[in-house]
């Protein structure tokens, strides 16, 4: 008998159209938030954890992930250099869990910190072009360090299910928006 999954795909297809009606969304970037791997483990994680009300927690941090990946809402959520100081700054607002195993929560918020950084190695150019602080094309982050020390923190603890929800969007990942 196949294990039990802690996050099925109907559950992100269930979490998918409340955030989706909740900001209004068209069918195409309802389709788009469905896509986005990096939505679905901010999803993924209260529950993965076992986490008290996951799917309340889930909704909670999705919203933010929104706000911040909308244009009003970019000037507020975008790095600054006051978030220099930890890989896991920028993440904060979304890394609030009732209960759960800190583990796996650890282990999720670092491959979130991993998206954000190969996005800022990504972005230099463009970053700088329009004008936006980027912490790697500053020089405050050495992306190289900082993503092999996530990388040792997140191969230490073991989850296939987390695994198969990012696939392989860490190594070319994005901080995605929905």
Known sequence: ??????????????????????????????????ANTTAKLIAAIPFLAGCREPERTALAHLGTYVIAGCESGEAVFDHKATDNYDVLARLATIASFEGGDPAIIARGMKLL???????YQRDIASDQ??????????????????????????ASIEDAEMDAIVGGAVKGSWWMKA
């Open 1 to 34: 008998m196949a294990e039990r999954k802690r996050f099925p795909e109907e559950t992100w297809n269930s979490i998918v159209p409340i955030v989706s009606s909740a900001f209004s969304m068209d069918d195409s970037r309802s389709e788009r938030l469905r």
């Open 113 to 119: 910190a991993s998206i954000i950084i190969r996005g």
């Open 129 to 154: 072009a329009k004008g936006l602080y980027n912490p790697v094309g500053a020089g405050a982050w050495n992306a190289d360090q900082e993503l092999a020390s996530l990388a040792s923190a997140i």
